[in-house]
C-alpha cells in the first residue's frame, strides 16, 4: 500500500509541474512554414494571404497584409534575393517570417491571428507578457522602425501597443521586444476571452527585419484548477504514507 501511494504521489507532482510549465508559455507563432511563402505586391498597393491547418500558429491560421510603397520612385522594379517583399521560409535554423526593402522603398506588415474568423476565444490572464524574437539591419536611417501588438477581447475591445525605434538604435542585433498583458487590461481588454492577435512592423527604406517567434511567456506561472486539484491528491496521498509509518505493526 505504502509503494501504491508513493508511486501516486510522484506521478501526480510530476503531472502538476507538467502542466504549470505548459500555461507558463503558449506560442503564437514560430513560422516553421512546411514552404516557402512570398508576398511581393506592386509599388503602392497591399497584398493579401490567408494561410490555415498551421499546427504551430494559435489559432491554426495565420493572416499576412503587407504594404510596399517607393517614395518617389514608382518605377523602381524589384530586385533579386526577396528585395521589397514579405516572406517566410524554413531553413536548417527554425523557421523566420523576414521583410526586406531596397534603397528606395520601405514596407510595412499585419499578421493576424483569429482562428481564421473564428475567434480565438482564448484566456491569457495567467500569463504575463508577449515577446517577439526579431533581427533587423538598418540601411538607410531614413525613417524609425515601428513595432506593435494589438489585443482584441470578444466584445470587439482592442488597444494597441507600439514601440517606435530611433533610425540608429536597431543594427545588426538579435533582440527581444516585450508587450506586458496588465497594460491591456488596464485599458479595458478582456484577457479571459481573446479573440484576435494583431502583430505589426513597419520598416525604414533599405531594411531587413526578421522575426524568428512571437509568443506569450509568464514569470510566475499561477496553477489552473485541474493542476491544483491534482496537487491536492497529492497532498491526500502524502498523508495516507504519513498515516502508514505511524500504524503500529502487529
Known amino acids: 500500500m505504502r509503494k501504491i501511494l508513493v508511486c501516486l504521489t510522484v506521478g501526480v507532482m510530476l503531472m502538476f509541474i507538467s502542466e504549470t510549465a505548459r500555461a507558463a508559455n503558449t506560442t503564437i507563432d514560430e513560422f516553421d512554414n512546411p514552404s516557402f511563402v512570398e508576398l511581393l505586391p506592386a509599388y503602392g498597393t ?7 491547418g498551421l499546427p504551430d500558429v494559435i489559432g491554426g491560421s495565420r493572416q499576412i497584409d503587407y504594404t510596399r510603397y517607393s517614395p518617389g520612385n514608382t518605377g523602381l522594379s524589384a530586385g533579386t534575393d526577396y528585395s521589397d517583399s514579405f516572406y517566410i521560409k524554413q531553413s536548417s535554423a527554425p523557421g523566420q517570417a523576414s521583410m526586406s526593402t531596397s534603397a528606395s522603398n520601405w514596407g510595412e506588415f499585419y499578421l493576424t491571428y483569429d482562428a481564421n474568423g473564428s475567434g480565438l476565444n482564448t484566456d491569457f490572464s495567467q500569463v504575463d507578457q508577449m515577446e517577439v524574437n526579431f533581427w533587423v539591419d538598418h540601411l538607410g536611417f531614413v525613417k524609425p522602425s515601428a513595432m506593435s501588438i494589438m489585443l482584441t477581447d470578444g466584445n470587439g475591445t482592442s ?21 506586458p498583458l496588465a497594460e491591456y487590461a488596464a485599458h479595458g481588454v478582456n484577457l479571459t476571452d481573446v479573440d484576435q492577435i494583431r502583430f505589426y512592423y513597419e520598416g525604414d527604406q ?20 485541474a493542476s491544483m486539484i491534482l496537487f491536492g491528491i497529492g497532498g491526500i496521498a502524502m498523508a495516507g504514507i504519513k498515516k502508514l509509518r505511524k500504524r503500529p505493526k502487529k
Open 46 to 52: 497591399t497584398e493579401h494571404r490567408v494561410d490555415t
Open 159 to 179: 488597444y494597441e501597443q507600439k514601440t517606435i525605434w530611433s533610425t540608429n538604435s536597431l543594427i545588426d542585433n538579435w533582440l527581444t521586444e516585450s508587450f
Open 206 to 225: 533599405a531594411n531587413d527585419a526578421s522575426f524568428d517567434n512571437i509568443r506569450f511567456t509568464s514569470s510566475s506561472s499561477t496553477p489552473e484548477p
